[in-house]
C-alpha cells in the first residue's frame, strides 16, 4: 500500500510575533554541528552566488562583497556560453508536459480553455494540435465535474493533469479532492492508485482582486494522501512537473501567477527532480530562512542588504510543503541555530504555522531564538496597488527581522 502523506497540524504550535524583543531570551552557547553528509545542487537563475565568509558572532565588522546573487551587467552574455537552452516558467512547464505526454500515451490533459487557445497563461499551447481533442480536453465552466471526471480517469489507469484556470476556482472541487483524490486510494483498501496532478496559478498577482488572489496550500494542507509541490524557477517547474506526473500519487502542484515569465537556461538532457526535496538556495551561516515560490524572489532580494549589513543568511527554498524535508531543513538548524520563515500564505493555519510546528517538536533543542514566521496578513486582498502590497511580506521586513534574530 503506497505512502500517505500526512501534513502537521498548522494550528499545533503557532509562530512567534514577527516583532520581539530578544533581550528576552537567552540565547544559549553554540553546539557543534555534525559533518553535512549530502551535497546540493544550486539552481542559479541568471546570477552568481558565493557563501559569503563564515562567523559565529552574528555580525561582522566590514562589508561582504559579491556573497548573494546579482544581476550581470550584460544578461545575454553571461547565459550565452551557458549548455542546455533559455525558457520562460510556463515554457518551461509546457516542455516538461509535452516530454511526459511524448512518453506515455496514459497521460491527458483537462479544464477550461486548455485545448486549442492553449491555457489561461500558455502552458498547454500546441498540445491539441499534436495529440488531439482527447488527450487535450477542453471542459465546461464546471470544476466539480471535470475534477471528479479525471480523479475517475485516474482510477482507471490514466494520468491526467487538471489544470485550474485560477487556483481559486479549484475551491469549487474541494469535495472531490478531499473525499475523492485524497482519500480513495486507503478507502479502497489500496485496489486504486490516483495518479493524478493538479495544478495552476495562484498566488497574489498584479490587482487581481481578493478571489483570485488565493494561496490555497492553506487549505488543501490537511487533506490525507495529497502530496504539494510548489515551483519557482524553470528549472525545478519541469523537473517537478514530470516528476508529479509519473508519481502514483495525487500532486498539486503550485504555480505563482509573477513568476510565468521567469527566465531561465535549463538543461537539453532529461532530468526529474525529486517530489520531496528542498533546494539550498544560498548557503550562509548565520540565520536559516525557509521560503517557496514568489517569497524567493523577495528573500534574495533582502539578503543583498543583508550581506551588505554583515550578516551572512542560508537561503532555502522548500519546495515540497508536504511533506516537508526535514532533513535538509533540521541540518541547516544545526548550524545556524535561528530560523526565519518567509511566506506568502496566511498566517493563520499556513505552511509556515505547520513548518513552525514540526521544526518545534523535531529541533527545538538546537534553536538559539524563537522562530519568526513573516506571513500575509489575515485580511481579503485589496484590489488597490498600494495596498495589496501592504498585506504580503516586502523586503525590507526581512531584512529587520534577521536583524531582531541575530542581536
Not at 526565519?340 to 493555519?349: F, H, K, P
Not at 523586503?395 to 529587520?400: C, M, T
Request: one cysteine or more; charged letters at 20%.
Amino acid at each position: 500500500m503506497a505512502s500517505i502523506f500526512q501534513g502537521v497540524g498548522a494550528a499545533t504550535a503557532l509562530s512567534s510575533s514577527t516583532s520581539f524583543d530578544t533581550k528576552k531570551f537567552q540565547f544559549s552557547t553554540r553546539r557543534s554541528l555534525p559533518e553535512r553528509k549530502t551535497s546540493f545542487v544550486v539552481v542559479r537563475s541568471g546570477a552568481k552566488m558565493n557563501s559569503g565568509s563564515s562567523r559565529t558572532d552574528g555580525r561582522a565588522d566590514h562589508l561582504v562583497t559579491n556573497a548573494v546573487a546579482t544581476k550581470s551587467d550584460n544578461p545575454a552574455a553571461s547565459t550565452a556560453s551557458k549548455p542546455g537552452h533559455e525558457l520562460l516558467l510556463f515554457e518551461a512547464l509546457r516542455e516538461g508536459l509535452e516530454e511526459e505526454m511524448e512518453r506515455d500515451a496514459r497521460v491527458c490533459v483537462m479544464g477550461e480553455d486548455v485545448g486549442h487557445y492553449g491555457g489561461s497563461y500558455k502552458v498547454t499551447k500546441g498540445l491539441a494540435d499534436k495529440y488531439g481533442d482527447l488527450r487535450v480536453l477542453d471542459t465546461p465552466i464546471a470544476e466539480n465535474s471535470f475534477t471528479g471526471m479525471g480523479i475517475g480517469a485516474a482510477m482507471t489507469g490514466l494520468r491526467p493533469i487538471i489544470e485550474g484556470m485560477n487556483m481559486g476556482f479549484l475551491l469549487l472541487a474541494f469535495n472531490q479532492i478531499s473525499n475523492n483524490c485524497g482519500m480513495l486510494h486507503y478507502t479502497s483498501g489500496g485496489q486504486f492508485k490516483i495518479p493524478v496532478v493538479i495544478r495552476g496559478p495562484g498566488g497574489v498577482g498584479r490587482q487581481l482582486g481578493a478571489e483570485h488572489s488565493q494561496r490555497l496550500e492553506s487549505y488543501f494542507q490537511s487533506i490525507p494522501g495529497i502530496q504539494m509541490v510548489a515551483c519557482s524557477t524553470p528549472y525545478n517547474a519541469k523537473g517537478l512537473m514530470k516528476a508529479a506526473i509519473r508519481s502514483d500519487n495525487p500532486v498539486i502542484l503550485f504555480e505563482h501567477v509573477l513568476l510565468y515569465n521567469l527566465k531561465e537556461r535549463i538543461p537539453d538532457e532529461e532530468y526529474v527532480l525529486s517530489l520531496e526535496e528542498a533546494e539550498m538556495v544560498r548557503p550562509g551561516e548565520h540565520v536559516t530562512i525557509l521560503t517557496y515560490s514568489r517569497m524567493r524572489y523577495h528573500v534574495m532580494q533582502a539578503a543583498k542588504t543583508l550581506v551588505n549589513k554583515g550578516y551572512d543568511p542560508e537561503v532555502i527554498d522548500i519546495r515540497s510543503l508536504k511533506p516537508f524535508d526535514l532533513y535538509t531543513i533540521g541540518n541547516s538548524i544545526k548550524k545556524t541555530h535561528r530560523v526565519l520563515i518567509v511566506e506568502e500564505c496566511m498566517r493563520t493555519g499556513g505552511i509556515g504555522a505547520s513548518l513552525t510546528a514540526a521544526i518545534t517538536e523535531n529541533f527545538h533543542d538546537y534553536l538559539d531564538a524563537p522562530i519568526v514566521c513573516l506571513s500575509s496578513q489575515d485580511v481579503p486582498t485589496p484590489y488597490a496597488g498600494t495596498l495589496e502590497e501592504w498585506t504580503v511580506v516586502q523586503p525590507p521586513q526581512i531584512v529587520a527581522a534577521v536583524e531582531q534574530l541575530c542581536r
